[in-house]
């Protein structure tokens, strides 16, 4: 069992920047791969960025060049960078892990960008 928990979410204005945090409860290194997804109102759950045991990043065409996913072993946590923010971004935030051949979710962190 993995428990996940996010946190560093709020309110920001366009062209701002959050750093969201993920803190895991087992070792960084028994997971497989962990991702960040966001879900909109009335929209499907979306991949946003992920990153494996080994460092190697993904991102979607839509965050590419602003958002950054980072993972720090000691401390148990993935991070999400995200900067110039746009309304668009407006979502909950997820936290995934993979164990393979489970996966496990945090309860989400909503990020709201609005003037």
């Known amino acids: 069992q993995v428990q996940l928990v996010e946190s560093g979410g709020g309110l920001v204005q366009p062209g701002g920047s959050l750093r969201l945090s993920c803190v895991t409860s087992?070792?960084?290194?028994?997971?497989?791969?962990m991702a960040w997804y966001r879900q909109a109102p009335g929209k499907q759950r979306e991949l946003v960025a992920t990153?494996?045991?080994?460092?190697?990043?993904y991102y979607d065409d839509s965050v590419k060049g602003r958002f950054t996913i980072s993972r720090v072993n000691a401390e148990n946590t993935v991070y999400l960078q995200m900067n110039s923010l746009k309304p668009e971004d407006t979502a909950v935030y997820y936290c995934?892990?993979?164990?393979?051949?489970?996966?496990?979710w945090g309860q989400g962190t909503q990020v709201t960008v609005s003037s």
């Open positions: 990153i494996t045991r080994g460092g190697s990043t």
């Open positions: 087992v070792m960084m290194g028994v997971i497989d791969n």
């Open positions: 995934n892990a993979v164990v393979r051949p489970s996966d496990w």
